[in-house]
């Protein structure tokens, strides 16, 4: 029997093969190393000041311990990663260099924010004596307004649209709350209530450290992943 005269089956025998696409491939060495500084991270941010090994301590001020190189490390790690997340967003679906922009500092945005929201968690707060109604329905507000927001960061959504309004959104909001938070605890504490019966967190602006650690990283890396997208290699190699 020739080829011809074979049955048909629902398709050509004889045609091409379809091409099979390549599974993404992660940089392993990357993840490799990505692990070991988060486990670097954990034990260096979990030992007692007192009684721990110079090594796991950060320098006074003069030269450097294995502790200092934590944060590097992970700059590194971001910088290495730039060009293949731009590569990927450039090509699926392609996208213009305004839109990769604006991808760009959207993420940098949500890891500023997710810095100042663990910095916003208050954790256990004492109990408030009578009179501070509006202080304690405050403290259920910023409670479900960090947690609720760093899920919403942390959880990708498959819609561009309402992915790219999330970080923003929170933004404003977290800016409003923590103005409204000033005056509320400015007028708790001139009727007499002391910082410490208020709480920290939010419930203490004046105290509030914006420049932590994810924060500066969203800072490299928005300004890194900008010249990596304008730049050629001379300009970023200088």
């Not at 810095?115 to 954790?123: E, K, P, Q, S, V």
Request: charged share 15%.
């Amino acid at each position: 029997m020739t080829t011809a005269e074979l049955p048909s089956v629902g398709y050509d025998i004889r045609a091409e093969p379809l091409p099979v696409e390549p599974k993404a491939t992660r940089l392993q060495s990357l993840d490799i190393f990505r692990g070991i500084t988060i486990a670097g991270m954990l034990l260096v941010n979990n030992v007692d000041e007192e009684h721990a090994y110079a090594p796991l301590l950060h320098a006074k001020w003069h030269g450097w311990t294995p502790t200092d190189l934590i944060f590097p490390f992970f700059l590194f790690i971001v910088g290495v990663a730039i060009p293949f997340s731009l590569a990927k967003r450039r090509s699926d679906p392609p996208q213009t260099r305004g839109r990769l922009l604006g991808h760009i500092w959207l993420r940098a945005l949500s890891l500023v924010l997710l810095g100042m929201l663990i910095r916003a968690m208050f954790g256990a707060m004492p109990s408030l004596p009578s009179g501070h109604a509006l202080l304690h329905v405050m403290r259920w507000v910023v409670n479900i307004f960090v947690y609720t927001s760093i899920v919403a960061l942390l959880i990708p959504i498959r819609s561009p649209r309402i992915s790219n309004w999330i970080p923003p959104i929170i933004a404003v909001l977290f800016l409003t709350l923590l103005i409204s938070l000033h005056f509320i605890v400015r007028h708790a504490t001139d009727s007499g209530l002391s910082q410490g019966a208020i709480g920290g967190g939010m419930f203490a602006p004046h105290r509030f450290r914006v420049p932590g650690v994810l924060q500066r990283i969203g800072i490299c890396y928005g300004l890194a992943a900008t010249i990596a997208l304008f730049a050629c290699w001379r300009t970023i190699l200088g």
